[in-house]
């Protein structure tokens, strides 16, 4: 499975967009690419795929580049509720979840 | 519809010990997985289930730590003997299978060895 890479933290102000990067430069044509997120004290909570097209529900976005080398996850109007830990995995199917250090996220008032 | 549940939500026993932690799957999930995780770090796999079956237990220390799922519904991860290292947090997961690999997480149990 790709590797991936993500800045270790990130502010944002509440009510402002937040928008977590993702780098997977070695992803494979099969694999694609979920965000996880891990409030403190809770286990981690699915938040959106996608393979190739941007893709959005209740909770995100997620924008993938046209390479496919990067993506962007985006909360669209971040709360205090929003403060986790942010995990970007690429995964093919049958492949299992692979969890990298993650993105802090700090929503501030 | 209730979520992944797992008991108990904390744990502190002496080093030696034996331990065992339970989890309850989303009510139609055949697929069960239990990770560790460190403080400060992501979750690891440990082991796998598709229903009954353990497809990949290939993470799980066999010296110390055994799982079973035995009629493809709840499972139990124990741990014996403990040993101060192991002191993290043991989350069990679930998804519904057949290609879908969206995951639930339960709350996780903390384990602290002493």
């Known amino acids: 499975d790709a590797k991936t890479t993500q800045p270790p933290s990130m502010d944002c102000a509440e009510g402002r967009a937040a928008n977590l990067p993702c780098n997977h430069s070695t992803i494979s044509g099969n694999e694609y690419v979920y965000w996880y997120r891990q409030i403190h004290s809770q286990g981690p909570q699915y938040i959106i795929h996608?393979?190739?097209n941007n893709e959005t529900n209740e909770m995100a976005s997620l924008i993938i580049t046209e390479d496919r080398k990067s993506s962007t996850l985006i909360l669209p109007h971040a709360t205090l509720r929003d403060t986790a830990v942010y995990y970007c995995i690429v995964i093919n199917q049958g492949g299992k979840l692979i969890f990298g250090q993650g993105t802090e996220l700090s929503v501030k008032p | 519809e209730a979520g992944v549940v797992q008991s108990p939500r904390y744990k502190i026993i002496e080093k030696k010990q034996p331990v065992a932690f339970w989890c309850n799957p989303i009510?139609?999930?055949?697929?069960l997985y239990w990770y560790l995780q460190n403080l400060g770090q992501g979750p690891e796999l440990l082991i796998r289930?598709?229903?009954?079956?353990?497809?990949?237990d290939s993470q799980l220390p066999k010296d110390r730590f055994s799982a079973e799922r035995l009629k493809g519904v709840d499972s139990t991860l124990k741990i014996q003997p403990a040993e101060l290292g192991d002191s993290a947090v043991y989350l069990c997961?679930?998804?519904?299978?057949?290609?879908?690999?969206?995951?639930?997480f339960g709350p996780g149990t903390r384990l602290t060895v002493t």
């Open positions: 997961a679930s998804s519904p299978g057949g290609g879908d690999y969206e995951q639930y």
């Open positions: 289930y598709e229903n009954e079956e353990a497809v990949d």
């Open positions: 009510s139609g999930h055949n697929t």
């Open positions: 996608g393979l190739k």
